[in-house]
């Protein structure tokens, strides 16, 4: 069984920095790309951000230049940091990865449970 656990959402002003965390943990064999995702109230999930495990990264254009991806391949985790946060930005922040839990497989998504992040004064 595979578990993506995220932490470091919570309520910024404007302007403000976070920081988000995902880890995967359970049984895993590889681990391929790595995602954020977002969903705000009345929209649909978009993609934020993406890593692969060679380090080539990519973020949504409604968020370059503010947010950065970064992994560390070694402890199955991702990272998002956050800076010059926005009202707009206010959404519930979904970690997902492209896991193989043994060899020889294929790969899955799995999907963290979310942690919320609210940007208001």
């Known amino acids: 069984q595979v578990q993506l656990v995220e932490s470091g959402g919570g309520l910024v002003q404007p302007g403000g920095s976070l920081r988000l ?9 590889s681990v391929n790309n790595m995602a954020w995702y977002r969903q705000a109230p009345g929209k649909e999930r978009e993609l934020v951000a993406t890593a692969s495990t060679r380090g080539i990264t990519d973020v949504a254009d409604s968020v370059k230049g503010r947010f950065t991806i970064s992994r560390d391949n070694a402890q199955n985790t991702v990272y998002l940091q956050m800076n010059s946060l926005k009202p707009e930005d ?11 839990q043994y060899s020889p497989s294929y790969y899955d998504s799995y999907w963290g449970q979310g942690t919320q992040v609210t940007v208001s004064s």
């Open 21 to 29: 965390s995902c880890v995967a943990s359970g049984s895993i064999f």
């Open 90 to 100: 206010t959404a519930v922040y979904y970690c997902n990865a492209q896991i193989m």
